[in-house]
């Protein structure tokens, strides 16, 4: 068995040298023009810059934490250990390379898919998709050898037979709370950032009369574009990084209960191994899937991503079966329940399934032509407020599906293979993280090589290239949100077994958490409102640094004269193509372009998103902290499942509504027809949409999104104090 | 002890004399100008219309479900009886003949306001207060009277002692989901009757350029005002007479355990009588607050209220010190756990001082000139989308305090009293809503008051007074919606732990709700869903009835040539008060007004509300029958817990981001400066505002409130079938 505990980082390794592989590949390739590469190097610097400023606060918020965690783990060094200060800081260090990594690679790989799509659809894809699967199997990698690591290091040291288990998970929980420290800034940061940049950039043309939105003379538009990077590559990442080292962890510690069983005596730590190497098995299919994403010019990017997922999932679950055979017996039984290995096989596929049915879930909501958004578009036709009714009304109605999906896989798991099944099922719907992870990531980096092939002034065709990678990208963004969202929950579910399990082995007494205790119902309500808190700080958030954004934009038009005329010469030749401006017309536009102070739009962006997301972190981490010491187990355990229900819920429906509000937009500004008239860009339904997209833009870049966090970031806290309460 | 039996309906026949009193000294008033007669009669024929399609429906429903609780009742006989269909009909005709009153008085007191502030401003309260009292007295007296009676009847016939009083309460309970059904038609219904008038008239001036909003030649006029008196009044009145019921209920069986303690031997019904006592002193104690409620020209309005207010709140604690020292032992003991009297007395203060409290933080986050609707103003000035973001972060925001509020008091009442301490809390809340619901009513009869000045084009005094009268009432309407709230959460809470003793009583077993158990999470989950698709479901209603309303308007202009023919004279004179049109200008208008088809537009509000009620109706009834029968008491259990923690914190953010984006445009027409520039009517901040104010209307007005009864009624349902599942 120990053979096994080494094999675990070595496909760590494995994966992070196919990540240096893909990544040196995209290096190589050609960033096309002198204006490319400018825009390009602004937007890598930029988002290098918030990088910088952000890690810098996060260090010295680990070091506060791990500190504090050494200190509670010497004074109570039976229950606890100060090593796990150890697990946090390695946690925290691998989930920021993670992000590092990505965001290195997509600013590289925007500039050069844009120059791909000057050849091909195809050659577009390749590398946008080669960027984004850095982004993926770099996350698995670190989360993997990292975990791996610290189990064989940890377990050489203390033991992994059934009496030192316990205490060896203990220290590895502190991991699982590094990487979620991490995403929370991460998430809540990065989703500040690029909405601030976003709406900032957008409401400057309605202030300041005349001011394009995506256009050079704009000053926020590198921030806007930064955004992307900072929100939805680093943030994505760090959420998945989060639920995927958090799902592993949970059914880890659920599964070292079994090692006392006479049926597991040949395979004690097969419980606890089994999510590791469904992990293990995860990244040699992601990478197989990566393999068979290409297209042909004219074919369709979806389907070929589409192979991908496909054909690991397949793999995934045929490896599973097999493993499972190896590592676990036929059948035993454990606290009154009867357990099968067919029935851990039968909770990873219903993971797996489910995971993936609630991203088709959410295509449904909030696709373009789907009768929910279709239904956006017709409300738009009588002015902004039927819009944004209708949208509020979508994001709730898609809350239903997706948590009766839930609710069933966590009904059907449990009686499947008990809690260990819920946590599995977990395991199993994130096992595919690599490939699922550079799908997601692709969509960004698309983005962003269209933003850069607009910027560029290159032939319209790149543009439709880049516009046909983008939609793509756009669905797979819905559905990697849908996702996410499924996968933070199902992982809450197993660190909150999982603190109970501990809780209970930490202090040898039953911990009974009932609903129709008034102490539990408060902390329920408590819990539950935690999410509205804290979507409410975000979104206020995003204001205030919009505010800011908008004033930078007044004060550069107010200060430099070049920018001014920049302006003027553009109206002057309204509509016309830039080949057909007058010379000297071009040499003062050229002249705005390089007085526009970029830099400070980023260092706004940077600052407001740093700034906010301390309110917001601080929440989340105080509140399970002080529920568990001055309420209790029980307390806290009801605080919990509040944050969990309501977290889940409110995530949905932001994220839900936000996209669907986006692609609403976008139909209508194709043309969409209604009652037989058609709509389009300037219509007045065309300005209801962009109110509907610009409140939803918050709602599913950051408020959203960062509710994930929250939850599970909640219970691994929880699972940390779990023994000192 | 039998004494006080008798007494409890006695105190309800003593409200409703003095319902009576008050609705015939309304009655005699002086109802003004024919044109004023002539359009309150407009909108109460409209009101009256409504009701009566409604209770047609509703009475099918009533008999259905009679039908089976009768049958369920004589299956099993044992645990439960057929005499619960007797008291659940009783139940819902008294909700409805409460309704009706309610109604009648508030369509026959608007008119008589307006012109009673035609006299003075004290004379407007005077006959707007008097319509309020009467909904708030009407509803008290007929649900003490209710309740009383069938306690009488059942007691004497099965017998008051501890063994039988369970029956009898088994057999009463239904009572409280007659209300509740009642309740749940009223408010949805209600709710999509006013929102589809107000929405429906607003956006016809958007799509038939010129159409004023609210004036006499938009035939959508009425229907609008006729649904101030369906939502506002019927609607609250439904509402908190469920509440009012079912916290009285919920301690009645709550109270019912004590009566084998040796304590209780010399009161044994003490228990089970004290919150019908405290109801019948609150009875009194609303009489003498009406009578402190004046005011002289020039003062006000609000102080007015808030002395009755205080004063019966007074009357009530020195009432409440005094009765439980009568009808409870000093102290005792139950189930391991200490009370005393006087625990429970600070149980009942609680409640009452936690109900004001929610109420005034409700003001703080949605009243004129705070600070967070400010912020929603100066984001105004931006556009709708900041001022949209703006709003729903106040409304996500404003669910914190209250919420800890509602904790703090579940955990002190639990303390001081167990249970029954939360479940009497919620009495204490509600035991004043005689004179709360009189405050509450008082503000739609403003508005409609101030409705026909407009409409009657009555001198501008009048209008000026009924405004102040009105914007008192939208500061009411704000406060009664969060202790409508609060109250609902108490009340849920007091119903779910008399399902739980029930339950317990009944099957002779310990029931267990763990947060821990997977079916419960799954539940929880479900549970938590259940408001956000109930919420989506009022608000498409909304939406499809609008645009009907719509499509009508356009009917009426495009086939009634005087209609027409009436705009195009306010057109030729634009801004010009009609006393300067020419004859015949003046003669075309009226010919106009009396064309239009106002009843066409009622017809299609009510057809609109009675079809659209049904969905979101079968699905409050269905779900919990389903899952209880289905998935057993435990996912019962978990599915009460998620709607009730979801559905209270989705009911305070919809209703106080409505009210807050109701004040803010208030504000911004009143001439607020931002940055120094004045706002108002006609600026681009305005346009944003109407936009969040229209937004908000559904929001607040119907799926907001639609909640509470949500909540409620699934606990009763909970409750009626304990014994079954």
Chains 1, 2 share one sequence.
Not at 97 to 102: K, P, R, S, V
Not at 435 to 461: F, K, R, T
Not at 469 to 493: C, E, H, P, R
Not at 654 to 672: F, H, L, R, T, V
Request: aromatic share 8%.
């Amino acid at each position: 068995m120990n053979a096994l505990l080494v094999l675990v980082p070595i496909f760590g390794i494995i994966a992070l040298g196919f990540t240096f592989w893909r990544s040196s590949w995209v290096g190589k390739q050609d960033p096309g023009t002198d204006t490319m590469k400018k825009i390009a190097d602004n937007i890598a610097v930029g988002a290098m810059a918030f990088l910088r400023a952000e890690y810098k606060v996060l260090a010295i918020f680990v070091v506060c934490i791990a500190v504090l965690l050494a200190f509670m783990g010497f004074r109570d060094p039976e229950n606890n250990s100060p090593l796990v200060a150890i697990s946090f800081i390695v946690g925290a260090v691998c989930s920021a390379l993670a992000g590092f990594i990505g965001m290195r690679v997509a600013t590289k790989a925007n500039v050069r898919t844009t120059n791909g799509a000057r050849t091909s659809l195809g050659e577009g894809l390749k590398i946008a998709f080669a960027g984004g699967s850095v982004m993926g199997l770099g996350v698995v990698g670190l989360g993997l050898l990292g975990l791996g690591t610290l189990l064989l290091i940890f377990g050489n040291a203390i033991g992994t037979d059934a009496d030192s288990i316990g205490k060896v998970m203990t220290i590895i929980t502190g991991f699982s709370f590094g990487a979620s420290s991490i995403a929370l800034f991460a998430r809540v940061g990065g989703g500040i950032y690029t909405k601030a940049a976003d709406v900032g950039a957008d409401l400057v043309g309605k202030v300041e009369a005349g001011i394009p939105e995506d256009h050079p003379l704009n000053p926020a538009t590198i921030a806007d574009n930064v955004g992307d990077n900072v929100g939805d590559v680093a943030g994505m990442g760090a959420d998945l990084f989060e639920s995927y080292v958090g799902s592993i962890i949970g059914t880890m510690v659920l599964g070292s209960v079994f090692m006392v069983l006479p049926e597991f005596s040949d395979l004690p730590l097969g419980g606890v191994l089994l999510p590791l190497l469904l992990a293990a098995l995860g990244i040699v299919s992601s990478i197989i899937g990566t393999f068979l994403v290409r297209v042909k010019e004219g074919g369709s990017p979806h389907r070929a991503l589409n192979i991908g997922e496909i054909v690991a999932g397949a793999i995934l679950l045929i490896g599973a079966f097999i493993i499972i055979g190896q590592v676990l017996p036929e059948k035993w039984s454990f606290d009154g329940k009867e357990f099968s290995s067919m029935g851990v096989f039968g909770s990873i596929a219903l993971g797996l399934i489910s995971g993936i049915a609630i991203g088709y879930i959410t295509e449904h909501y909030t696709g373009t032509g789907t009768k929910p958004v279709i239904g956006i578009v017709r409300q738009s036709v009588t002015g902004s407020a039927t819009n944004i009714i209708a949208g509020l009304g979508v994001g709730m109605i898609s809350t239903a599906l997706p948590i009766i999906v839930l609710a069933s896989t966590i009904l059907a798991s449990y009686h499947l293979a008990g809690l260990y099944g819920i946590a599995i099922a977990a395991v199993g719907m994130l096992s595919n993280t690599g490939i699922q992870l550079a799908v997601d990531a692709y969509g960004p980096i698309s983005d962003n090589a269209g933003g850069i092939a607009e910027m560029s002034e290159l032939e319209p065709e790149v543009r439709q290239r880049t516009d046909k990678l983008d939609a793509v990208g756009n669905t797979t963004a819905a559905i990697g949100k849908g996702f996410a969202i499924g996968s933070a929950a199902l992982t809450a579910l197993a660190l909150f077994a999982a603190f109970k399990t501990t809780w209970e082995a930490t202090h040898d007494a039953t911990l009974s958490i009932e609903v129709t205790d008034p102490k539990v119902v408060a902390a329920l309500f408590v819990g539950g409102m935690l999410p509205f808190l804290f979507s409410a700080f975000s979104m206020e958030a995003v204001g205030r640094a919009a505010m800011s954004m908008i004033e930078e934009v007044r004060r550069q038009f107010r200060e430099i004269p070049g920018l001014k005329a920049g302006l003027d010469a553009m109206n002057r030749n309204d509509g016309k193509s830039m080949g057909d401006w007058s010379d000297d017309d071009r040499k003062v536009f050229d002249q705005a372009i390089s007085e526009a102070e970029y830099g400070k739009c980023v260092e706004i962006s940077t600052k407001a998103a740093i700034r906010e997301m301390i309110k917001p972190g601080l929440l989340a981490v105080a509140a399970p902290v002080l529920v568990g010491f001055f309420g209790g187990a029980e307390m806290l355990g009801g605080l919990l499942a509040g944050v969990t229900v309501t977290g889940v819920l409110l995530a949905l429906f932001q994220s839900n509504a936000g996209g669907a509000w986006d692609n609403a937009k976008k139909m209508i500004e194709e043309g969409y027809e209604v009652n037989g008239e058609k709509l389009g860009k300037g219509t007045e339904a065309h300005k209801a949409a962009v109110v509907g997209d610009t409140v939803g833009d918050p709602f599913k870049d950051t408020s959203g999104p960062s509710l994930n966090i929250l939850l599970k970031l909640m219970s691994v806290v929880a699972l940390v104090i779990a023994s000192m309460i």
